[in-house]
């Protein structure tokens, strides 16, 4: 079956614009997460959502970042006026329900701030 | 919150050898503690997970062992393979029936099976 996807996979931007990043989820998963990868590092949490449960969004770096999930499928993270300090890679993963359980993950959006 | 340190970084391994990295926790609460390798341009993938009931897992060639009293878990990966190379992260949380915290990831360890 089909698996976690995100667009686009490359993202070039100049610092000061706004990014749209978007995650198509596993059908019937009801979990969603978003994370950060900086070159060789690990993953920072930054917002999950779960069902109709207002979305933990302790994770985010600043509140230029946002992000809004449709139901229970497509979710979008924005990030506005964009910094050089931005430029990773946006994870998103999806789970049945709960946070222990397995999370399938995206390809990722490799985000490069000019 | 909780903080998770991974070792080591780079692990080179010749094929067939066992590799072992090794990861602790500083959070006693925590309970769930899975593996996971991210091959090049790819997202992380499960591979072995544990929970704080059991002390050790195995899958084929894949292994996990938990110290509780210590707080550190480790992955074995015996008869290393060339597309074992890849980078692995170990995570940690705690759940209840009612509520969880986020996955903290390790750093990472890339690990390369030479042919």
């Known amino acids: 079956g089909a698996g976690v996807s995100q667009s686009p996979s490359n993202k070039v931007t100049e610092k000061g614009k706004d990014v749209e990043l978007r995650c198509d989820p596993i059908?019937?998963?009801?979990?969603l997460y978003w994370y950060r990868q900086r070159l060789g590092q690990g993953l920072e949490f930054l917002i999950y959502?779960?069902?109709?449960?207002?979305?933990?969004k302790s994770g985010l770096p600043s509140d230029r970042f946002s992000a809004e999930r449709t139901g229970e499928s497509v979710s979008t993270l924005t990030i506005q006026r964009t910094q050089q300090e931005d430029s990773a890679v946006y994870l998103c993963?999806?789970?049945?329900?709960?946070?222990?359980?397995?999370?399938?993950f995206g390809p990722g959006t490799r985000l490069l701030v000019l | 919150g909780e903080n998770v340190e991974q070792h080591p970084s780079t692990l080179s391994v010749q094929e067939g050898d066992s590799a072992v990295i090794k990861c602790t926790y500083s959070?006693?609460?925590?309970?769930?503690f899975p593996w996971y390798k991210q091959e090049l341009g790819k997202g992380p993938q499960l591979i072995i997970d544990?929970?704080?009931?059991?002390g050790e897992k195995k899958d084929q060639r894949i292994a996990v062992t938990l110290n509780k009293t210590a707080k550190h878990f480790s992955l074995h990966i015996t008869e290393t393979q060339p597309e074992d190379s890849a980078v692995y992260f170990c995570?940690?949380?705690?759940?209840?029936?009612?509520?969880?915290?986020?996955?903290?990831f390790g750093s990472g360890t890339q690990l390369t099976v030479l042919p």
């Open positions: 993963a999806s789970s049945l329900r709960r946070i222990e359980e397995t999370q399938y």
């Open positions: 059908s019937g998963h009801t979990a």
């Open positions: 959502f779960q069902g109709n449960s207002a979305p933990d």
């Open positions: 959070d006693s609460a925590s309970n769930y």
């Open positions: 544990i929970r704080s009931n059991v």
């Open positions: 995570a940690a949380t705690w759940s209840t029936s009612g509520s969880a915290r986020q996955l903290t």
